[in-house]
């Protein structure tokens, strides 16, 4: 199992950034996916997370109105559409998978993780 997470970079305040995570080796039909952000010298938070059907998806109040989560199951591919980012959205994201969307946001951590990707929000 492989869960690939880009779309990483450096942005200006205000500015957007599509993420994407490209999963390897899950029938993602019964996968819900979600996003972790980890900040320097802060734990790892939730941001985002999606149930297999994309009928439910949740947000972390942080990003609400501003983060939205999509996947493409056909793709085995999820996506995190990020606008108008902020300072204090600089981190490392993480993209996770698990059978279960209540796992996300809660104590429990997902089975499955990929690599970060790196945001950068300055001027």
């Known amino acids: 199992v492989q869960l690939q997470a880009s779309g990483g970079g450096s942005v200006q305040p205000g500015g957007s950034l599509r993420l994407s995570c490209a999963v390897h080796?899950?029938?993602?039909?019964?996968?819900?996916i979600g996003w972790y952000r980890q900040a320097p010298g802060k734990e790892r938070d939730w941001v985002s997370s999606i149930s297999s059907s994309s009928r439910l998806t949740n947000y972390a109040d942080s990003v609400k109105g501003r983060f939205a989560i999509s996947r493409d199951n056909a793709n085995k591919t999820a996506y995190l559409q990020m606008n108008s980012l902020k300072p204090e959205d600089t981190a490392i994201y993480y993209c996770a998978a698990d059978p279960s969307f209540g796992v996300f946001g809660s104590r429990v951590q997902p089975n499955y993780w990929g690599q970060g990707t790196q945001v950068t929000v300055s001027s």
């Open positions: 080796g899950l029938d993602l039909d019964y996968y819900a």
